[in-house]
């Protein structure tokens, strides 16, 4: 089963406006989440993330909110800018996971309108 | 600092095959993980290693084999290539810390290989 899912395979926003991306997870053993951010024909890389503990973490435009109740996580940047298009992934880690392994979701393809 | 590389980028075999992808990682490293990504699917786990000489496997390991002889090098081998392995391969690596942090630290992704079976 799909434990981290994005539901929105893809997103258009106009340059300067905010951009959200949603992640949802069924797995309760989860306490650590991870966004990442994809150019076409490069390896992801890292963006943000959260703790459990936290419901909210910010990194100047970025800015990750996690609903725990609701398993539900989103990733706010404002302002959007033609070079935030790329395909962000959401992941996922259960703590005490053996390796620290993360779980991904599908992806979301954001696409700033200039 | 390269960081982590791959080798090939590129490559493209025949079904009944066989072949290597490298991954090598300059920042001293515990885990390193092998993904394949497809359309739609995400980033899935192939294997994984915690160390030199263990190795682990994850969520969609049939038909790959992997060794971690040195600690900075991860090699995933597809004995017999079937179109179904036709994807964009990506190693990663993490590194492990003593104490509080050592579960909050992110995976270094190298470039891919994209590998085409016909």
């Known amino acids: 089963d799909q434990q981290v899912k994005q539901n929105s395979p893809s997103l258009s926003v106009q340059e300067g406006r905010i951009s959200i991306l949603n992640c949802d997870y069924t797995n309760s053993m989860f306490d650590y989440f991870l966004w990442y951010k994809k150019y076409p024909a490069e390896g992801p890389t890292f963006l943000i993330s959260i703790s459990s503990i936290k419901d909210k973490n910010e990194d100047g435009r970025f800015t990750v909110f996690l609903n725990k109740s609701a398993k539900h996580l989103s990733l706010h940047i404002v302002p959007s800018q033609p070079g935030d298009s790329a395909v962000y992934f959401c992941?996922?880690?259960?703590?005490?996971?053996?390796?620290?392994?993360?779980?991904f979701g599908e992806g979301t393809q954001l696409t700033v309108n200039p | 600092n390269a960081g982590v590389t791959q080798t090939p980028k590129f490559r493209v075999l025949k079904t009944g095959q066989s072949m290597t992808l490298l991954c090598a990682q300059d920042m001293n490293h515990e885990y390193m993980y092998w993904y394949r990504q497809d359309p739609g699917m995400g980033l899935r786990l192939i294997h994984y290693?915690?160390?030199?000489?263990?190795?682990a496997k994850g969520e969609v390991p049939d038909g790959y084999n992997v060794s971690r002889l040195k600690k900075q090098n991860f090699l995933l081998g597809l004995e017999s290539a079937a179109p179904s392995q036709t994807s964009v391969y990506f190693c990663?690596?993490?590194?492990?810390?003593?104490?509080?942090?050592?579960?909050?630290?992110?995976?270094?992704f190298g470039p891919g290989t994209r590998l085409t079976v016909l």
């Open positions: 290693s915690v160390g030199e000489g263990t190795t």
């Open positions: 992941a996922a880690r259960a703590r005490e996971t053996s390796g620290s392994r993360l779980t």
């Open positions: 990663a690596s993490s590194y492990t810390t003593s104490g509080r942090e050592r579960w909050n630290r992110e995976q270094f």
